[in-house]
């Protein structure tokens, strides 16, 4: 197992940046085991896939609707992961949730029932 911790979220206005931060605890040596990834839930709305990094960080998938604007990296020493969030937009208000899932060699998972650690939040607010 492995505890989780997000920060870094905020009021921005649109085509502002803003980078999270989730920062993971547990046994040591056991960072490098997980691949990790982020997810959003706005309002009345389902958790949905955001960005995903594999266990080396040389592997990473984006939701369609951050494509080229969020990028996902990850800090093996500092047991951090981070998601830097660019050209902000109204409908990427949410709760931002760091999740990590233990795979095995450069199998990154991305759909939400794969991850069984979670974090417990930050709110991002784009107003326009």
């Known amino acids: 197992q492995v505890q989780l911790v997000e920060s870094g979220g905020g009021l921005v206005q649109a085509g502002d940046s803003l980078r999270l931060s989730c920062a993971a605890s547990g046994r040591a040596g056991a960072f490098i085991r997980y691949s990790f990834g982020w997810f959003r839930q706005a309002p009345g709305k389902e958790r949905e896939f955001v960005a995903a990094?594999?266990?080396?960080?040389?592997?990473?998938y984006y939701g369609d609707s951050v494509e080229g604007r969020f990028t996902v990296s990850r800090d093996n020493d500092r047991k951090t992961v981070s998601l830097q969030m660019d050209s902000l937009k109204p409908e990427d208000t949410a709760v931002y949730y760091c999740?990590?899932?233990?795979?095995?060699?450069?199998?990154?998972?991305?759909?939400?029932?794969?991850?069984?650690?979670w974090g417990q939040g930050t709110q991002v607010t784009v107003s326009s």
């Open positions: 990094i594999s266990r080396s960080g040389g592997t990473k």
């Open positions: 999740a990590a899932k233990s795979t095995i060699s450069s199998y990154t998972p991305r759909q939400l029932y794969e991850f069984d650690n």
